[in-house]
């Protein structure tokens, strides 16, 4: 009898210590982004696409995340915007607990994300300045606000003469940063970029990189998932590099890690 | 919500419309075929009901007594009858009366022959009746009275009055309920269609963060719409037509003119234009709501 109840102390003990832990956590995250902690996802298919991740990302991080295909980078993106749930482990991004949030606050929360993507995604039948707007509007940004904070952010991209041009009618490079434009037109504290230069050449994908630093110095996180190896290597960013649903390495002005 | 946010969201309401003209127009082409079928049927039953309703006021039994019954027992059975459900109005028609009427339907001025009334002791009551189906227990009843002497009755026009009443309702009620189903089933793959072509605008929207209300209320408003208009076409024909169609059935068929007797336009839609509209909208609604639930799950 005795030792049953010492046992049951200490699992208790135990289980203060580890709350205790988390407190301290939930305190020192409000400087962090982006809190994972041991977080798994696995598909209904096949081996865990992302396998016990833990990462931070500070308030004012330019972050790469890089690794070939299958190595779990665009699942790492859509548990960050809440469109999958972890299988295990716990998720906070801009001080939501996206385990726990509710269906009706994610939209609140994905208001705080400006997304990129590598196919651009614009809406092929509005014009430049329609898309950038789709982004006011759904968030209900008054009408006023909206016609003054359009054309500044499509100034700020290298646009402010192409308002009224149709997606088609422009090439890879300005269609970014249409995207970009979008991205940023609701000043968003995180930048998710998915593959952002995947599709454009050196040169516009230099140009769409600096932008990103640019906007990275007036303080918004970074989070850029690519795998162009030259660009990775020459910003001499902070690099996390996953493999298989795995981090494998994690460094501050990291390089692309070659697979060989 | 805010009103540009209620304008840009009509807007894209409409821009629906147009984007899937094909299968807007089918909706719309199925609503309004629904509702004609419905405005169509319901002028027509309303008419009808309304000519048996007439004619059922017109059914009556007559009651003609024993010549040695006097007169205070043929009131004390009048009151008694007066108190019967079926009984809506029960008329005296005293022998004198009854030789008139006589004379003014059958003789005219030949009747002048006639120095005594050749109809004493023909008293009688007219019975109307408030429900035709009652008709054969009430005269059952009457013919129990030992004081009646013959009981007169229209005995094939109240049954078929009856049957016919009630066979229109139920045929009226399956074709407009089979009407409706086709109708949600359209709306409901128009809008399928118009949610496929912007899969990828409304997976952007979520993304930048759009709530569910945002993403639905397009695809809403263009049921609406669509269901609006699929009202508001046949109810459009069948106020133009309505008044030909009674000219042209009247001058066609001129001896029947006493029997039928048509009801105005203005009475038919004060039913038809709020239910017409209100299903309409109510298919639209919930062909885009529903669908949309099922196929963004946002």
Same mark, same amino acid.
């Given at each position: 009898?005795?030792?049953?109840?010492?046992?049951?102390?200490?699992?208790?003990?135990?289980?203060?210590?580890?709350?205790?832990?988390?407190?301290?956590?939930?305190?020192?995250?409000?400087?962090?982004?982006?809190?994972?902690? @041991?977080?798994?996802?696995?598909?209904?298919?096949?081996?865990?696409?992302?396998?016990?991740?833990?990462?931070?990302?500070?308030?004012?991080?330019?972050?790469?995340?890089?690794?070939?295909?299958?190595?779990?980078?665009?699942?790492?993106?859509?548990?960050?915007?809440?469109?999958?749930?972890?299988?295990?482990?716990?998720?906070?991004?801009?001080?939501?607990?996206?385990?726990?949030?509710? @269906?009706?606050? /994610?939209?609140?929360?994905?208001?705080?994300? !400006?997304?990129?993507?590598?196919?651009?995604?614009?809406?092929?039948?509005?014009? *430049?300045?329609?898309?950038?707007?789709?982004?006011?509007?759904? *968030?209900?940004?008054?009408?006023? %606000?909206?016609?003054?904070?359009?054309?500044?952010? %499509?100034?700020?991209?290298?646009?402010?003469?192409?308002?009224?041009?149709?997606?088609?009618? +422009?090439?890879?490079?300005?269609?970014?940063?249409?995207?970009?434009?979008?991205?940023?037109?609701?000043?968003?504290? +995180?930048?998710?970029?998915?593959?952002?230069?995947?599709?454009?050449?050196?040169?516009?994908?230099?140009?769409?990189?600096?932008?990103?630093? =640019?906007?990275?110095?007036?303080?918004?996180?970074?989070?850029?998932?690519?795998?162009?190896?030259?660009?990775?290597?020459?910003?001499?960013?902070?690099?996390?590099?996953?493999?298989?649903?795995?981090?494998?390495?994690?460094?501050? =002005?990291?390089?692309? /890690?070659?697979?060989? | 919500?805010?009103?540009?946010?209620?304008?840009?969201?009509?807007?894209?309401?409409?821009?629906?419309?147009?984007?899937?003209?094909?299968?807007?127009?089918?909706?719309?082409?199925?609503?309004?075929?629904?509702?004609?079928?419905?405005?169509?049927?319901?002028?027509?039953?309303? #008419?009808?009901?309304?000519?048996? @309703?007439?004619?059922?006021?017109?059914?009556?039994?007559?009651?003609?007594?024993?010549?040695?019954?006097? =007169?205070?027992?043929?009131?004390?059975?009048?009151?008694?009858?007066?108190?019967?459900?079926?009984?809506?109005?029960?008329?005296?028609?005293?022998?004198?009366?009854?030789?008139?009427?006589?004379?003014?339907?059958? +003789?005219?001025?030949?009747?002048?022959?006639?120095?005594? #009334?050749?109809?004493?002791?023909?008293?009688?009551?007219?019975?109307?009746?408030?429900?035709?189906?009652?008709?054969?227990?009430?005269?059952?009843?009457?013919?129990?009275?030992? =004081? *009646?002497?013959?009981?007169?009755?229209?005995?094939?026009?109240?049954?078929?009055?009856?049957?016919?009443?009630?066979?229109?309702?139920?045929?009226?009620?399956?074709?407009?309920?089979?009407? +409706?189903?086709?109708?949600?089933?359209?709306?409901?793959?128009?809008?399928?269609?118009?949610?496929?072509?912007?899969?990828?605008?409304?997976?952007?929207?979520?993304?930048?963060?759009?709530?569910?209300?945002?993403?639905?209320?397009?695809?809403?408003?263009?049921?609406?719409?669509?269901?609006?208009?699929?009202?508001?076409?046949?109810?459009?024909? /069948?106020?133009?037509?309505?008044?030909?169609?009674?000219?042209?059935?009247?001058?066609?068929?001129?001896?029947?003119?006493?029997? %039928?007797?048509? %009801?105005?336009?203005?009475?038919?839609?004060?039913?038809?234009?709020?239910?017409?509209?209100?299903?309409?909208?109510?298919?639209?609604?919930? !062909?885009?709501?529903?669908?949309?639930?099922? @196929?963004?799950? *946002?």
């Amino acid at each position: 009898m005795k030792v049953i109840v010492a046992e049951e102390f200490f699992v208790t003990e135990e289980k203060k210590e580890v709350k205790k832990k988390r407190k301290k956590k939930k305190v020192s995250s409000e400087s962090d982004i982006i809190v994972l902690d @041991h977080v798994s996802k696995s598909y209904e298919s096949g081996s865990p696409a992302l396998d016990d991740i833990s990462l931070r990302i500070k308030k004012g991080e330019f972050v790469f995340i890089v690794g070939d295909s299958g190595s779990g980078k665009s699942t790492m993106i859509k548990l960050l915007l809440r469109e999958l749930k972890a299988t295990e482990g716990n998720i906070r991004v801009l001080g939501y607990d996206l385990n726990r949030i509710r @269906h009706r606050k /994610i939209p609140q929360f994905r208001r705080n994300i !400006g997304i990129v993507f590598q196919d651009f995604r614009l809406l092929k039948d509005r014009n *430049v300045y329609e898309n950038v707007a789709f982004a006011q509007r759904i *968030v209900q940004t008054p009408t006023k %606000l909206m016609k003054k904070n359009v054309p500044a952010v %499509l100034a700020s991209v290298g646009l402010a003469g192409k308002y009224k041009a149709k997606p088609k009618q +422009l090439s890879g490079g300005e269609q970014q940063r249409v995207a970009l434009a979008r991205a940023l037109v609701n000043e968003p504290t +995180l930048l998710l970029c998915d593959e952002p230069t995947g599709n454009l050449d050196p040169k516009n994908s230099w140009e769409i990189m600096n932008m990103l630093d =640019e906007i990275n110095k007036s303080g918004t996180t970074i989070l850029v998932v690519t795998h162009n190896k030259e660009i990775v290597n020459e910003m001499k960013k902070r690099v996390i590099t996953l493999k298989k649903g795995v981090i494998i390495s994690d460094e501050e =002005e990291g390089a692309y /890690i070659d697979e060989d | 919500m805010r009103i540009s946010t209620l304008f840009y969201t009509i807007r894209q309401g409409f821009r629906n419309i147009f984007r899937n003209k094909m299968y807007s127009l089918a909706s719309v082409a199925t609503i309004t075929a629904c509702l004609f079928l419905f405005g169509v049927i319901y002028a027509i039953v309303m #008419n009808l009901q309304n000519m048996v @309703h007439t004619a059922e006021e017109g059914v009556s039994v007559t009651v003609f007594f024993q010549e040695d019954t006097s =007169e205070e027992r043929i009131k004390e059975i009048g009151d008694l009858l007066v108190k019967r459900v079926e009984v809506s109005k029960v008329v005296y028609v005293s022998a004198d009366e009854a030789w008139e009427s006589f004379k003014e339907d059958y +003789l005219g001025e030949y009747a002048d022959g006639f120095t005594e #009334n050749p109809l004493e002791g023909s008293q009688n009551y007219e019975i109307y009746l408030s429900d035709v189906s009652m008709q054969n227990s009430l005269v059952t009843y009457l013919q129990s009275i030992p =004081e *009646v002497r013959k009981v007169n009755q229209s005995q094939v026009t109240a049954d078929t009055l009856t049957g016919l009443n009630s066979l229109i309702g139920y045929i009226s009620v399956g074709i407009v309920v089979i009407l +409706l189903g086709v109708s949600i089933f359209l709306i409901s793959n128009t809008v399928t269609i118009g949610i496929n072509v912007r899969r990828e605008e409304i997976t952007i929207m979520k993304y930048i963060g759009a709530t569910d209300f945002f993403v639905r209320s397009p695809f809403v408003i263009e049921g609406i719409i669509i269901g609006l208009v699929g009202a508001a076409i046949p109810l459009g024909i /069948i106020y133009f037509v309505y008044n030909n169609v009674v000219d042209y059935v009247l001058n066609r068929f001129s001896i029947l003119t006493s029997l %039928l007797d048509f %009801l105005p336009v203005s009475v038919i839609f004060d039913t038809l234009l709020p239910v017409s509209l209100g299903i309409g909208v109510g298919i639209g609604f919930i !062909g885009s709501f529903v669908t949309v639930r099922k @196929h963004l799950r *946002v």
